[in-house]
């Protein structure tokens, strides 16, 4: 049982370019969310899912796309990076029942734009 | 690792004091509150959790108390340890949306 993982743990990306963080989790929980994190701040909801085939937005929705083709896997896009979405990012997930709803967060991801 | 929370408020303690870090919510119709523990180079972990029908639980050396009527919630911990120096979060939720999450404190705590 790896909880949620997140790929990759560091990555560089040149502005305008595009990649994907990668987000699993073995747990079968429903729920799944993505968040950024800068340095002073609390954590910023992006986009979250309650089930496959299900998506919304957050906060700070504006340069990502995500998509939940399957329960385990919810991917989140950068589609062109800024410099301004340098931070570092965390997948949430959790049970649709289960003790008042609480989060397992992956190991994170730091993105550097440059 | 990157460094989280560079510019948080710090709460500095003894090792064996109590410690009281605070948060101010937002939304009154929020459901739950749960307390993370965050340390460098790691995502946030689960310290302990409150439904908005209560106003206080305990846990292992913690405790949570929510103040409904001024939107106040609290985490205490007794005998605070050198591992517990990290940055706390409260995050608030409503339903089945996502959490939102506070600023943090830093808490530091000294030998």
């Known amino acids: 049982n790896a909880g949620v993982t997140q790929t990759p743990k560091f990555q560089v990306l040149k502005t305008g370019q595009s990649m994907t963080l990668q987000c699993a989790q073995d747990?079968?929980?429903?729920?799944m969310s993505w968040y950024r994190q800068d340095p002073g701040m609390g954590l910023r909801l992006i986009h979250y899912?309650?089930?496959?085939?299900?998506?919304d937005q957050g906060e700070v929705p504006n340069g990502y796309n995500v998509s939940r083709s399957t329960t385990e896997d919810f991917p989140l896009r950068l589609l062109s990076a800024a410099p301004s979405q340098t931070s570092v990012y965390f997948c949430?997930?959790?049970?649709?029942?289960?003790?008042?709803?609480?989060?397992?967060f992956g190991s994170g991801t730091r993105l550097t734009v440059v | 690792g990157e460094s989280v929370g560079l510019h948080l408020p710090t709460l500095s303690v003894q090792e064996g004091d109590n410690s009281i870090i605070n948060c101010a919510y937002s939304?009154?119709?929020?459901?739950?509150f749960i307390w993370y523990k965050q340390e460098s180079g790691k995502g946030p972990q689960f310290i302990i959790d409150?439904?908005?029908?209560?106003d206080k639980r305990q846990g292992q050396r913690v405790t949570v108390l929510l103040n409904k009527t001024v939107k106040h919630l609290s985490l205490q911990i007794a005998a605070t340890q050198p591992g517990d120096s990290a940055v706390y979060f409260c995050?608030?939720?409503?339903?089945?949306?996502?959490?939102?999450f506070g600023s943090g404190t830093r808490l530091q705590v000294q030998p």
């Open positions: 747990m079968n929980h429903e729920y």
């Open positions: 939304n009154s119709a929020s459901d739950y």
């Open positions: 409150i439904r908005s029908n209560m």
């Open positions: 949430a997930s959790s049970p649709r029942t289960g003790t008042l709803y609480g989060y397992t």
């Open positions: 899912s309650v089930g496959a085939g299900i998506t």
């Open positions: 995050a608030e939720g409503t339903g089945r949306r996502a959490l939102t």
